[in-house]
Every structure is written in structure tokens, then in C-alpha cells.
């Protein structure tokens, strides 16, 4: 979704609400950072391409 932009503190913002959610702003802060990193491990994920023949598994086996 390339020109979108997504504020990640608005975000917090928003689901906090959303969530009925008391976020202290002393923690604030430090969850929006956590999001960043999260987001940025996201977009890792994402960005990596899979070939078109590959299946997603239905079960999970380590």
C-alpha cells in the first residue's frame, strides 16, 4: 500500500479507545515504540516474495 501513511501513535490512540483501554501517558511512549518495532518486523515478513506455487499448510508441524 505504497503512499499511505500510517501514524503508529494515533493507532495506539484509536485501539485504546477502541479497547476501553486506561493507557497512563507515562506508558504511552513506550507502547508506541513497541508498535514501531513491531511494524517494522511486519513489513519484513511481508515484503519477503513467495512463489506463486506455494501452499499455505493447514496444519503447523515444527
Known sequence: MEG?????????????LLLDL???NEYRDGVVANFERIRAIANLV?????????EAAPIFEP
Not at 499511505?4 to 485504546?16: I, T
Not at 515484503?47 to 506463486?52: N, V
Open 22 to 24: 486506561q493507557l497512563k
Open 46 to 54: 511481508n515484503e519477503f516474495p513467495l512463489a506463486e506455487e506455494i
Open 4 to 16: 499511505l501513511s500510517f501514524n503508529v501513535g494515533e493507532y495506539v490512540d484509536q485501539m485504546a
